[in-house]
Each structure stands twice: as C-alpha cells, then as structure tokens.
C-alpha cells in the first residue's frame, strides 16, 4: 500500500499517519529484513531529490517509529506529507474542477473564513494566528509553483525565469505582510492573486487561493486537513473502495487482481484462508480478469448482502468478507492449562460505537468458557472513535480518571473523563499487548488502564497520536435558508486538531506514546509473555484501586 493510497483512503484524517507504518504488516508473517536507520535514511533522501514524496513519506513514518522524539524528523515527516498531499490533490480531476468553477470572490470568502474560525477553535492558539496561516499558505502555493503538474494544469506556459522570480518574492516580500486578522489576509490575497494575473496567464486564477487555503490547514500538523466538497460529502458507501478495513490488500499484476497480503492480526488473517499471492477470479459477481483499477473499485462498492465475496477458483469455496468489520474478533482461549488457569484472548482492531457492547459480549462468552484472565490485543489498533475508547475504559475501569482534554473551546479545555462504573465494571485481571502502530484512541485505553494499575502493558511504546480532530463545516459558498442554515454543501470543510489528549498521571501522549510495563519487540514473544503474565495473576484477586482525581492550579 503506498501513501497515495493511503492518503486517498483515509482523506488525511486523524489516523493517515499510522495507516502507513501499516504497510509493513501487508507482507506474509515470513519475517522480512528490516531495513536499518541508515537505509531508511538514505531512501528518504533519494526520494525527496527525486520528488517522489510518497516514498520518502514512507521512509520518515518508519525512522519517527523509531524515533520519535527527533524534532528534524518529524519536521522532515510533516514536509513530506504534504508534499505527498499536494501532488494527489493537483492530479485529482474533482480538485481541478472545483478551481476552474470557483469564483475569486468565492474563494476570497472561502479564505476568510478558514482564516476567521480556525484560530479560535486550533488546539494552540499561538499556532494558528492569522500571521501563521498566511506564511504557511505562502509556503504551500511556493512549492506549487514548483510542481510541473500544477503549472500545465493551472498556468499557460510561464516563463520559468518568472516563476522563480514570484516564488522568491512570495517568500521574501509577500510573507513579510502584517496579517493582523481575516480582513487583512484577505486584502493581501487578493492583491497576490492580482500581481499574479499580470504576470502570467492563468487558466484558474481561483487555484492560487485554494493552494494557500490548503497550506494554511496543513502546515498546522499532520492531522489537520482542508477536504475539498468531494472529500466533505463522500459517504462509506462511495469510499469503500478496498479491503483495507478486513486486512486485505490487493493489486492488479498483469490484468489479474491479486492478493499483495494479509495483515497480521487482522479479521482476514483470523477468519479466512486468504494467502499472498491468491488471484481473485470474481469479486462480488463481477469478472476480475484483465479489469482495471476504476472497474476493481466499482466491484467493491457492490456488496452482496453485506459481503464482499471473493471466488478463488472451482476447486476453492468462496471467501466471504464483512463489509463491517466487528471491532472486537478472534475471541478464544489460549491456554489449555487447568481450568482455574484458562486464558482469554480478543482482538480489538479498532474503536467504534458498538465496541463497548462487543467488550462486553466477547468478555462474558470467555468467563462462561472458563477464562479467569484476559489479554486485550490492542496491536495495530490505530484508533476510531474517541468516545467509544473512553466508554470502553469505563466497562474496564471500576474507577478513576481516563485522559484529560486540553484545548480552546470550552468542550475541550480541561475537560476530564472519568468512570465511576463501580461494581458494574469488568474486574477479570487484564494484559494488554501494544506496539508502535497503537494510536489515537487505542492509546487513551492503555494509558487508562496503566496509570490506574488496572493492566500489565506488554510490547512496545506506542506510535503517539495523541489529538482529537473535528471536521468543522464551512458554509462560505453555501446557500443559506432564513434561518441561516446551510442548504447546500460547496464550501468543503476543515477536518482540524481541536485537542491534545493527557493521561491520567498528567503525561502527554501526543509524540511520545505509551510505555509498556514489559518491553520486548518480537510478536510471537509478546503473545507468550502475555499469556504468561495472565496466568501469573489469576491467583491474585485484583487489588482494590486508588481512582487519579484531576488536579487544577
């Protein structure tokens, strides 16, 4: 899976950071060299001389993986991104087509409003000034000029002596504008916009703005996105357009669609015989041999009652694959020791409005089957819903406090979650198996459970999405009811980083992660220290819990 596609799947939301460390868990379990610090580095080089980003994307998730507290790193990661990001979106024909249909006016009020609500609502306000915005904007239409794409598309042959010359000025000159507020980012724009149309021949002068309204969200951090209407309105239905979500990846070599791989620990890997290397035959009825990616991704969004079924051959039974995934699955026992010592194993592959529920299902099936300690495998979980993680913490948490929410508004700034759920809470003694592609709301559950010494955390440090994102709907191009309700949606909206996520014991979690109590890097020994673990405490009966009360100055 390349960035592109990752970053067409997921939009650039909350978690399109982590699903590319996932690329690496598509192989066979055969266990792969890993490329060392120093390969990654040096490919991460090459890529970016060559401009090919989604490679060098790739390359810094890995080195942040392994080192996340370098600053260089990370800066390099968050460039790359966007990079990678700007070189979809200028080859993307629904991007090209709002451009060329949108107005200067239109877009200037765009503008406006980007400039007007995203200060007050970013999680750093120091951040986010108008003066900030305006310099990554200018940033991000900098390298646009730069992008041959870009200037085919939107310019009508430019001299190259006066690109350079206006890029440089765009740095120098133009960002050393005062923006003191929207009003004056907005005058300043449509001067820029002016200066350009006398010097080149543009095809969509409206492009110029949607690039810096684009730099302005993204220089932000990585989560924080512009989405364009296409991206604002697509439904599931419309996205669904690869097996990712069950762990399936597949390709097209040679005109058949093959299975590129499975991911480990995923529903496929745990409830299918799929294999690297299968050719789909048909896939929902339709006839795989020599189709071409826009007729796979057509056949995908036709489920056949609430499957995707994949015929391997005559010889082969169908394979059948839920369009919902559960988020709780591959529930069993491992151990097969003496009753008293039986141990419970489920997969949480990620958060959703009906996990509480299947925790719950999923815990009382294993005590009805004798279990007496469960490990929850939160490996590879890169998050989901954020409310669903705390309400499985409270299933789990008789007491205490779970994550604190640190931002502007006034639903987000200082705002604990805690769970009094008393008796009513799950007191079977938990392991909980982490690695470095654990995030976002994955990370608010094993922070939850460690720092209220309610799990043993085995694995490793987790990747450290420690932010909750909001899409915030613009309504600058939309038409209004009296009421001044939106009847329309052309104005797209901004999916923006409106929190930063605090553990319990006061530790942040974004860019540093979660520490286990039991390090080690290897899955298979994990899973055997785990079970070894749970066995371990079996015969203590869990220790009454001293809940973590917030402390405010």
């Given at each position: 899976?390349?960035?592109?596609?990752?970053?067409?799947r997921?939009?650039?939301?909350?978690?399109?950071?982590?699903?590319?460390?996932?690329?690496?868990?598509?192989?066979?379990?055969?266990?792969?060299?890993?490329?060392?610090?120093?390969?990654?580095?040096?490919?991460?080089?090459?890529?970016?001389?060559?401009?090919?980003?989604?490679t060098?994307f790739?390359?810094y998730?890995h080195?942040?993986?392994?080192?996340?507290?370098?600053?260089?790193?990370?800066?390099?990661?968050?460039?790359?991104?966007?990079?990678?990001q700007?070189?979809?979106?200028?080859n993307?024909?629904?991007?090209?087509?709002?451009?060329?249909?949108?107005?200067?006016?239109?877009?200037?009020?765009?503008?406006?409003?980007?400039?007007?609500?995203?200060?007050v609502?970013?999680?750093?306000?120091?951040?986010?000034?108008?003066?900030?915005?305006?310099?990554?904007?200018?940033?991000?239409?900098?390298?646009?000029?730069?992008n041959?794409?870009?200037?085919q598309?939107?310019?009508?042959?430019?001299?190259?002596?006066?690109?350079?010359?206006?890029?440089?000025?765009?740095?120098?000159?133009?960002?050393?504008?005062?923006?003191?507020?929207?009003?004056?980012?907005?005058?300043?724009l449509?001067k820029l916009?002016t200066?350009?149309?006398?010097?080149?021949?543009?095809?969509?002068p409206?492009?110029?703005?949607?690039?810096?309204?684009?730099?302005?969200?993204?220089?932000?951090?990585?989560?924080?996105?512009?989405?364009?209407?296409?991206?604002?309105?697509?439904?599931?239905?419309?996205?669904?357009?690869?097996?990712?979500?069950?762990?399936?990846?597949?390709?097209?070599?040679?005109?058949?669609?093959?299975?590129?791989?499975?991911?480990?620990?995923?529903w496929?890997?745990?409830?299918?015989?799929?294999?690297?290397g299968d050719?789909?035959?048909?896939?929902?009825?339709?006839p795989?041999?020599?189709?071409?990616?826009?007729?796979?991704?057509?056949?995908?969004?036709?489920?056949?009652?609430?499957?995707?079924v994949?015929?391997?051959?005559?010889?082969?039974?169908?394979?059948?694959?839920?369009?919902?995934?559960?988020?709780?699955?591959?529930?069993?026992?491992?151990?097969?020791?003496?009753?008293?010592?039986?141990?419970?194993?489920?997969?949480?592959?990620?958060?959703?409005?009906?996990?509480?529920r299947?925790?719950?299902?999923?815990?009382?099936?294993?005590?009805?089957?004798?279990?007496?300690?469960?490990?929850?495998?939160?490996?590879?979980?890169?998050?989901?819903?954020?409310?669903?993680?705390v309400?499985?913490?409270?299933?789990?948490?008789?007491?205490g406090?779970?994550?604190?929410?640190?931002?502007?508004i006034?639903?987000?700034?200082?705002?604990?979650?805690?769970?009094?759920?008393?008796?009513?809470?799950?007191?079977?003694?938990?392991?909980v198996?982490i690695?470095?592609?654990?995030?976002s709301?994955?990370?608010v559950?094993?922070?939850?459970?460690?720092?209220?010494?309610?799990?043993?955390?085995i694995?490793?440090?987790?990747?450290?999405?420690?932010?909750?994102?909001?899409?915030?709907?613009?309504?600058?191009?939309?038409?209004?009811?009296?009421s001044?309700?939106?009847?329309?949606a052309?104005?797209?909206?901004?999916?923006?980083?409106?929190?930063?996520?605090?553990?319990?014991?006061?530790?942040?979690?974004?860019g540093?992660?979660i520490?286990?109590?039991?390090?080690?890097?290897?899955p298979?020994?994990?899973?055997?220290?785990?079970?070894e673990?749970?066995?371990?405490?079996?015969?203590?009966?869990?220790?009454?819990?001293?809940?973590?009360?917030?402390?405010y100055?």
């Amino acid at each position: 899976m390349t960035a592109g596609q990752i970053i067409r799947r997921t939009g650039l939301s909350a978690v399109l950071l982590v699903l590319v460390v996932s690329s690496a868990r598509a192989d066979e379990p055969e266990k792969p060299t890993k490329p060392t610090v120093l390969q990654l580095r040096t490919t991460a080089e090459i890529a970016e001389k060559a401009g090919d980003w989604e490679t060098a994307f790739t390359a810094y998730c890995h080195l942040f993986v392994v080192d996340r507290t370098n600053a260089e790193i990370r800066e390099k990661l968050n460039l790359a991104l966007r990079r990678a990001q700007q070189l979809r979106r200028h080859n993307d024909a629904q991007f090209q087509q709002f451009a060329t249909t949108t107005s200067i006016p239109e877009v200037l009020n765009l503008f406006s409003e980007v400039m007007t609500r995203v200060p007050v609502l970013y999680v750093e306000r120091d951040r986010s000034t108008p003066q900030v915005l305006w310099e990554h904007g200018l940033e991000e239409l900098a390298r646009a000029l730069g992008n041959p794409i870009f200037r085919q598309t939107f310019f009508d042959n430019p001299p190259l002596e006066k690109l350079e010359w206006f890029r440089n000025s765009l740095r120098v000159s133009w960002a050393k504008q005062s923006i003191t507020d929207a009003k004056s980012a907005r005058v300043a724009l449509r001067k820029l916009i002016t200066s350009a149309q006398e010097t080149f021949v543009l095809r969509a002068p409206s492009v110029l703005a949607l690039e810096v309204i684009c730099g302005a969200c993204g220089g932000l951090d990585e989560y924080t996105v512009f989405l364009t209407p296409n991206l604002t309105n697509s439904t599931g239905a419309d996205s669904a357009s690869d097996l990712i979500a069950q762990g399936v990846y597949l390709t097209i070599l040679d005109g058949a669609v093959v299975v590129a791989g499975i991911a480990p620990g995923s529903w496929a890997s745990l409830h299918t015989n799929l294999r690297k290397g299968d050719v789909i035959i048909e896939l929902n009825d339709h006839p795989m041999v020599g189709v071409t990616t826009a007729q796979l991704a057509a056949a995908l969004r036709q489920p056949l009652n609430g499957f995707h079924v994949l015929e391997l051959g005559p010889e082969t039974a169908p394979v059948q694959l839920p369009v919902t995934v559960p988020s709780i699955y591959g529930t069993r026992v491992l151990s097969s020791l003496a009753s008293k010592d039986r141990v419970g194993y489920l997969r949480l592959g990620s958060f959703t409005p009906s996990t509480p529920r299947e925790l719950d299902e999923a815990i009382h099936s294993l005590r009805a089957s004798g279990v007496r300690s469960v490990i929850i495998d939160l490996r590879g979980n890169m998050g989901g819903s954020f409310l669903s993680s705390v309400e499985t913490a409270r299933r789990l948490l008789p007491a205490g406090l779970i994550v604190t929410t640190q931002g502007q508004i006034t639903e987000v700034n200082n705002i604990p979650f805690t769970s009094e759920s008393g008796m009513s809470a799950h007191d079977i003694p938990l392991v909980v198996l982490i690695d470095t592609e654990t995030a976002s709301a994955a990370e608010v559950l094993a922070a939850a459970l460690k720092d209220n010494n309610r799990a043993t955390l085995i694995g490793m440090p987790t990747f450290g999405k420690g932010t909750i994102q909001y899409p915030i709907r613009l309504i600058a191009l939309d038409e209004l009811d009296s009421s001044g309700k939106p009847q329309s949606a052309r104005s797209g909206a901004v999916r923006l980083t409106i929190a930063k996520l605090i553990a319990p014991r006061g530790g942040a979690i974004n860019g540093i992660g979660i520490t286990p109590h039991i390090m080690e890097a290897d899955p298979g020994n994990q899973l055997k220290l785990a079970i070894e673990k749970a066995v371990e405490l079996v015969p203590t009966l869990p220790r009454p819990m001293m809940p973590l009360v917030p402390v405010y100055p």
